[in-house]
């Protein structure tokens, strides 16, 4: 017979992951009874977000904790495109629909927290992305100029100076970029189409960046 959990011992002992997966959650107990999940749910305690993966209700659901979800819900991502733009105020606030790059096929994800979009690239363009801390689980985000690359390249429609100005750019951040990494991960994108929208993009906000 399965053990009745404790659910405050419970959430003790996974509050470090914010986010859990039953995987997780069999590691500390491998005689689980998942009917138990459900049971939490009705009582308002977690939240599915989609098949298999939770968050605690007791979390205050900020930008970092939709960073977190984002990061989770397909793995390998990190955040990029337009979200990864906004959050270095490079253009304005998004809405909740956070935008991310996957090696996993493209996919949409509604949740109860927010919309999750992921553009498929191969894995020789995984890269460019920094480690940022928070309170649960590390956030993997585009770097800028890695932000910028993959929305150019993951968003065909972006081809002429009207589509691209708007978005909008806060062209005082142009020194935001470092014009030797973005030269350096142009080049490992090797995409004509790629350098033509990085030129148009660069008239639109007058940023000599490479």
Do not use: C
Request: hydrophobic share 40%; aromatic share 14%.
């Amino acid at each position: 017979m399965r053990n009745r959990i404790n659910y405050i011992d419970f959430e003790k002992k996974l509050a470090s992951f914010g986010i859990f997966r039953l995987n997780d959650i069999l590691k500390l107990y491998p005689h689980f009874d998942s009917r138990r999940l459900n049971e939490w749910q009705k009582k308002g305690y977690i939240t599915k977000l989609i098949k298999g993966v939770y968050i605690f209700n007791s979390i205050e659901t900020d930008e970092s904790v939709l960073f977190q979800i984002a990061n989770h819900l397909s793995r390998p991502s990190y955040v990029s495109l337009e979200t990864a733009l906004s959050f270095y105020h490079l253009i304005p606030e998004q809405s909740f629909t956070i935008t991310s790059v996957t090696t996993l096929k493209t996919n949409h994800y509604e949740t109860p927290k927010g919309n999750f979009i992921y553009q498929s690239v191969k894995p020789s363009l995984f890269f460019g992305y920094r480690v940022l801390p928070s309170q649960h689980r590390p956030i993997l985000i585009a770097e800028p100029e890695k932000a910028l690359l993959d929305l150019l390249y993951l968003r065909p429609e972006l081809n002429d100076a009207d589509s691209i100005a708007a978005l909008r750019w806060n062209t005082p951040e142009k020194e935001f970029f470092d014009e030797q990494k973005l030269e350096n991960y142009l080049r490992l994108f090797n995409s004509n189409a790629l350098n033509r929208r990085l030129k148009i993009f660069k008239k639109v906000t007058h940023a000599a960046i490479i």
